[in-house]
């Protein structure tokens, strides 16, 4: 499995509230949070370079709730993911940009 592919599997086991079980399968055990999404994510981008993968989402937590645009940074320390960052926006009713923020 690639980086990528972990990154995009952690992500989908968080959304889907098995917090515990991403990061015991792909995450450093000192970084385990009880933080979930609870919400749909989906993955638009992944990028890879070094020991850094960032993924570039849309997530919905409710129907009747706007989409945020939401990438995450993910660091790792060989084949573990040892540290993540995150970054979102809510996506605008009337975007400028023929494309919004995918």
């Known amino acids: 499995?690639?980086?990528?592919?972990?990154?995009?599997?952690?992500?989908?086991?968080?959304?889907?509230?098995?917090?515990?079980?991403?990061?015991?399968?792909?995450?450093?055990?000192s970084a385990i949070t009880t933080r979930t999404f609870a919400a749909n994510i989906e993955t638009k981008h992944v990028f890879e370079e070094g020991d850094r993968v960032a993924v570039h989402s849309c997530v919905q937590h409710a129907p009747s709730e706007p989409d945020i645009?939401?990438?995450?940074?993910?660091?790792?320390?060989?084949?573990?993911?040892a540290e993540l960052w995150d970054v979102g926006m809510q996506a605008p009713k009337d975007s400028p940009n023929q494309y919004g923020l995918f």
């Open 1 to 29: 499995m690639t980086r990528k592919d972990m990154t995009k599997e952690f992500l989908r086991l968080c959304a889907t509230g098995k917090v515990r079980e991403a990061y015991e399968r792909f995450g450093a055990t």
């Open 69 to 81: 645009a939401v990438v995450h940074i993910f660091r790792f320390e060989g084949e573990r993911i």
